[in-house]
């Protein structure tokens, strides 16, 4: 059928694009400030032994429901998302900077008590086999308890003990979730799994289980890259406080378009006139919890047009998934619904980020508190802001019984911050652009191309990153543009920090971080009980290969000096950065980077895990066999690593 949103109908065609890429222009008639929803419990499934092998290039190396686009600044104000599929962003272009005063690097790091090396590109690639795509970007996922420490990417995990040691894994998560692999290289035609992405995990100390959280795609037929719609968030429970053992599935569809029992949210099915009706898009989830609830949240796109609809919260009883329910009872909350838009802006929330709470150290009012946090730059024409949103959930306890939770919001007014520019690199060994402009080596990787450089890493969109409520405070972090006083010509990439009281709405403690002619990305912060922690980050200039980094954090000195838990070794060398690879626009390149990192409270400890590039190597080197592993380090299409540092922060 035709479908025409009727705050499209008056206006222009480019009118109606920019328009409802930021926002729908009035609360839709079938918003509604809760709607009741079920998750059903589909299977269990147990960690696998790793499966690691297969060649090193074998077509088709990409993921059509991954490549192109990112999480970043700098959409062009027709089609913000760049054609991605996931992780899309509405930012229309950088905001101004803020003027701070820079962080120095710390010479030692005598809080930092472990740290190891996470997944990498070639666990992802090489993973069931071989029977996965190239993937960029790793999107972290991290969490700790029980003397575990379970760490994620797109598209693989692993599990550590808490001596850094390996315990399971590498696994693919299509293979964790139970579903057919990604690509079955070996079948006559290909035949291809769902496309999962976003993974996210938490370890619960009340109820002694590890929840894990990805967004999964649908194909329309398994031997076609060709996406069905359906879309839906997977949430895994374990059945014990082992989370090598076996585990609960839970799907809930998340397309939101009137079918498989979701509200219809009108989303439309194709990117130009006359637009037609089609699924929703669940994207870049992210999980909390309180004494009561386990909460996921989405940013609603639709799954094949460019538009950006809101916000979306799911709560769900979070004591009926730890026993491994049948069905949990669980509500939705739409932030395009009237009483939950921005006034006067009209805006619905983006990227809307629940808290964790360290111990089950939770707020037990009101039948039960929990807080989410997000930011509103990303809708500014100027790409800039002065206010945080807090959103407030009450009686969550309502969930165990079916109830219906209370969402009220409110603005706190906080120091502004601004989309950031994309960040530079140091100059380093980039064997695959090597390859590619060597006609003989570039028949292994993708055509061959002469004016490839090495690329800027994208430095987030100024979209809220990991919220943590601790001692009373709701604590959050965000990516910024920064000038120094001492060298304000001089813009870069660096953190805004915020300790808010969430029920005054004052600022206990906010800040910046930044590195004087480099760059602080993604950050991901986590808060003990006693109100300390520690925020993670990726460092990364003209002085800097990408590197992981971290902060210590406390309501009162602010941000402490910056910390190199470990050096990158190398800049960023892989397909998504190159044309001829990318599959973007051959006049913009974005190399994928982020999209968020993790950090988590354990204990007396904390845990934190970003992106960085742990490996280098010569062109050389590449090319000897097995050609661009350079001996196991990487994959011959990307080298990108993840690094977990535990911290003692008393």
Known sequence: MNFSPSFARPLSLAAAIALLCLVTAAAPAYAASATP??????????????????DDTAAPEFDGAMVSGDADNGGDEDSPDSGSVVNRTIAKHAGKPVSAIGKNKAKSNPELSNSFDGVNFFDQRFSN?????????PDQAMCAGNGFVLESANDVLRIFNSSGANVAGPVDLNTFYGYAAAVNRSANPLTFGPSLTDPSCYYDNDTQRWFHVVLTLDRAVPTSQALAGTNHLDIAVSTTADPTGSWTVYHIPVQNDGTQGTPDH????????????????????????????????????????????????????????????????????????ASLLLQPDGVPGFTVWPAQSPAGKYNTANGGTEYLLSSNAVFQDTGFDTRLRVWTLTNTSALDSGGVPNINHAVANVEGYGVPGSSAQKVGNVPLRDCIAVASCAAA????????????????????????YANGRLWGSLDTGLVFEDNPNVVIAGIAYFAI??????????????????????????????????????VVGPDY????????????IGAGDIHVAASGAGPQDGFSEYISLSQNSLTRIRPRWGDYGAAAVDGGNIWIASEYIGQTCTFTQYQASPFGRCGGTRGSLGNWDTRISKLNIQ
């Not at 906010?510 to 760059?519: H, S, V």
């Open 37 to 54: 929803i079920t998750a059903s419990r589909s299977a269990v499934v147990s960690v696998p032994p790793a499966n690691v092998g297969g």
């Open 129 to 137: 086999g071989g029977n996965q795509f190239s993937v960029e970007p």
């Open 266 to 337: 009108g989303c439309i099915g194709n990117r130009t006139p006359p637009f037609v009706h089609g699924p929703c898009l669940g994207d870049y989830p992210h999980i909390g919890a309180d004494a009561n609830g386990f909460y996921i949240t989405t940013n609603e796109f639709d799954l094949a047009g460019p538009f950006f609809h809101g916000a979306q919260i799911y709560a769900f009883s979070k004591h009926q998934l730890a026993a491994n329910s049948p069905t949990v009872n669980g509500v939705l909350y739409d932030t395009t619904d």
């Open 445 to 468: 990787v993708g055509s061959v191309r002469f004016d490839n450089v090495e690329g800027r890493l994208p430095s987030n969109d100024s979209r809220m990153q990991q919220v943590s």
């Open 501 to 538: 009281n969430p029920n005054s709405l004052t600022v206990a403690k906010q800040g910046y971080i930044g590195l004087e002619n480099n760059n602080l990305t993604y950050p991901a912060l986590a808060v003990n009980q006693s109100g300390r922690g520690a925020i993670a980050f990726t």
């Open 545 to 556: 290969f990408p590197s992981a980094g971290y902060a210590s954090l406390d309501t009162k």
